[in-house]
């Protein structure tokens, strides 16, 4: 009868942490002014203890590679036999670098008679010492749920993990589409657990009055288009800024409620450009509209804007001079024979449709602004239905007398008109050069905006107080602010304001 082999005898020693590279060292009490036990010296005939155990690095201390220090001597300190680690669904454990070496490490009770794998140390007796509880801020080898570790360095080789605290997953490959450092979407922009900050207020498009406008403030129908003509397709809205020198422009076009609400098209035009370059450069502002009952008269608002726009351009040179010089009258007689040509074509074009002569028609507002920040003039024009108005002061002015009177005490007052209105028909022909102060502001305004400005005094009052102070609003904040609705005012409105630093 073969007879097993004898099993080792128990160790007389307190029993150590598991994987500790001192394990073979018996614990002794030692002076405070002796050494510690890595700075010792072998002594002669002293053997080499047992290579690191399973999972560990032989040039790294402990706490670097899964285990915090533990201390090896005095009752109470040891740990419970170890694991085997697990190749199980959970997979083996994250936190551990695969091992180092496949040699099984020394025993000093001689080779081992197990195969397929390394040796591990015998397990303490269970009368060894108090209970032998393994402490909970050390894994298990195979463990599927990560547990919390103390903090410790990370480098070459070295476990990683995250830096999020207790209970933090262990950091593994960065998910496919994102880059190996890209912090995760969850934590960029805010910490954890705290909201992102609130961005700046959208403006909104409110009304004004007692009672609400009949229709809604957003699109509704769009209007209906040919194949053969998609580029007379107009969009809902036009939005346009600039800054030059010590003033700011902002304009923009809006489709009115009622044209919204039955899928027409926008009937207003707008339409900026500069002409030249340097201070010899002009900036032109030129709007049109008129009644939405007319008929063709968004094509007329389009080709009344373009041909005052070409003939500026082409005589960009002489009014910058003039502008620059002052010279009033010979501004005024310039725009007023450029004006005309745009309505002369108007009238030819009607007569070509059977139409009467002022049957296709809009009225038309432009605005000319020199690049010069040593010029200060602001030359304004135009014809028909609209409006100018400066706002000086907190105060709204009426540059345009004649064309309507107020109604209440926040209306603009009609300022005096320097210049005669002249010009056949279409309301006569409307010039003002002005010189601008700092904290000017200009407007001007298409019909569908120049009503309620000069019938409505909460218009004014509202817009005197959003522009009065601070900074001029940005093209958003315009937008709404020439959105301000009132009942009975569902007209395509078009508008553009000049600050003045």
């Not at 794998?117 to 509880?133: C, E, K, V």
């Not at 937008?479 to 630093?501: C, I, N, P, S």
């Given at each position: 009868m073969t007879v097993p082999p004898a099993l080792p005898p128990e160790p007389t020693e307190p029993p150590v942490p598991f994987g500790s590279p001192h394990a073979s060292e018996p614990p002794t009490h030692r002076a405070p002014d002796d050494p510690a036990p890595d700075d010792r010296a072998p002594g002669p005939g002293a053997t080499p203890?047992?290579?690191?155990?399973?999972?560990?690095?032989?040039?790294?201390?402990?706490?670097?590679?899964g285990a915090p220090p533990a201390?090896?001597?005095?009752?109470?300190?040891?740990?419970?036999?170890?694991?085997?680690?697990?190749?199980?669904?959970?997979g083996p454990d994250l936190g551990q670098d695969p091992p180092a070496r496949s040699a099984a490490p020394a025993s000093p009770q001689g080779p081992s008679t197990r195969s397929g794998?390394?040796?591990?140390?015998?397990?303490?007796?269970?009368?060894?010492?108090?209970?032998?509880?393994r402490d909970p801020s050390v894994r298990?080898?195979?463990?599927?749920?990560?547990?919390?570790?103390?903090?410790?360095?990370?480098?070459?080789?070295?476990?990683?993990?995250?830096?999020?605290?207790?209970?933090?997953?262990?950091?593994?490959?960065?998910?496919?589409?994102?880059?190996?450092?890209?912090?995760?979407?969850?934590?960029?922009?805010?910490?954890?657990?705290?909201?992102?900050?609130?961005?700046?207020?959208?403006?909104?498009?409110?009304?004004?009055?007692?009672?609400?406008?009949?229709?809604?403030?957003?699109?509704?129908?769009?209007?209906?288009?040919?194949?053969?003509?998609?580029?007379?397709?107009?969009?809902d809205t036009v939005l346009e800024g600039a800054r030059y020198?010590?003033?700011?422009?902002?304009?923009?076009?809006?489709?009115?409620?009622?044209?919204r609400y039955r899928g027409e098209a926008r009937r207003d035009c707008l339409l900026t450009a500069r002409f030249g370059s340097g201070d010899d450069a002009l900036v032109l502002v030129v709007l049109a509209g008129g009644d939405r009952a007319a008929p063709g008269v968004g094509e007329a608002a389009v080709e009344l804007c373009h041909t005052v726009a070409a003939a500026v351009g082409r005589s960009r040179e002489r009014l910058a001079d003039d502008?620059?010089?002052?010279?009033?009258?010979?501004?005024?007689?310039?725009?007023?024979?450029?004006?005309?040509?745009?309505?002369?074509?108007?009238?030819?074009?009607a007569a070509e449709l059977g139409l009467p002569e002022d049957a296709r028609t809009a009225g038309l507002r432009g605005l000319l602004l020199p690049l010069d920040p040593r010029c200060p003039h602001r030359v304004c024009f135009g014809a028909g239905p609209g409006g100018v108005f400066r706002l000086r002061a907190g105060e709204w002015q009426d540059l345009e007398p004649g064309t309507g009177s107020p109604t209440g005490p926040g209306a603009a007052p009609a300022v005096p008109e320097p210049e005669p209105v002249t010009g056949p028909g279409n309301g006569g022909f409307r010039?003002?050069?002005?010189?601008?102060?700092?904290?000017?502001?200009l407007l001007l305004c298409s019909g569908g905006l120049a009503e309620p400005m000069r019938e409505e005094a909460v218009l004014p009052a509202e817009l005197a107080a959003r522009w009065s102070e601070g900074e001029p609003p940005g093209l958003a904040a315009f937008?709404?602010?020439?959105?301000?609705?009132?009942?009975?005012?569902?007209?395509?409105?078009?508008?553009?304001?000049?600050?003045?630093?």
């Open positions: 203890g047992p290579a690191p155990a399973y999972g560990a690095s032989a040039e790294l201390p402990p706490w670097l590679w201390r090896t001597t005095g009752p109470g300190f040891g740990q419970g036999p170890p694991q085997a680690p697990s190749n199980g669904p959970a794998g390394p040796d591990l140390p015998p397990a303490p007796p269970a009368s060894a010492g108090p209970s032998h509880r298990d080898a195979g463990a599927g749920a990560p547990q919390a570790l103390p903090a410790r360095p990370v480098g070459p080789g070295i476990p990683q993990e995250t830096a999020a605290g207790a209970g933090a997953p262990a950091a593994g490959p960065p998910p496919p589409g994102r880059p190996p450092h890209a912090a995760p979407p969850e934590s960029a922009g805010a910490p954890p657990g705290r909201p992102p900050a609130p961005g700046p207020e959208r403006p909104t498009v409110s009304h004004l009055g007692d009672r609400a406008p009949t229709y809604a403030a957003e699109p509704g129908a769009l209007p209906a288009a040919d194949p053969a003509a998609l580029g007379d397709l107009t969009p020198g010590t003033y700011t422009l902002r304009a923009a076009s809006v489709r009115g409620d009622s044209a502008i620059r010089a002052g010279r009033r009258e010979a501004l005024r007689s310039g725009l007023q024979r450029l004006t005309d040509r745009g309505y002369g074509r108007l009238r030819t074009r010039f003002r050069a002005s010189v601008a102060r700092p904290g000017d502001t937008l709404a602010d020439t959105q301000l609705r009132l009942k009975g005012y569902a007209a395509d409105r078009t508008a553009a304001a000049v600050w003045e630093a």
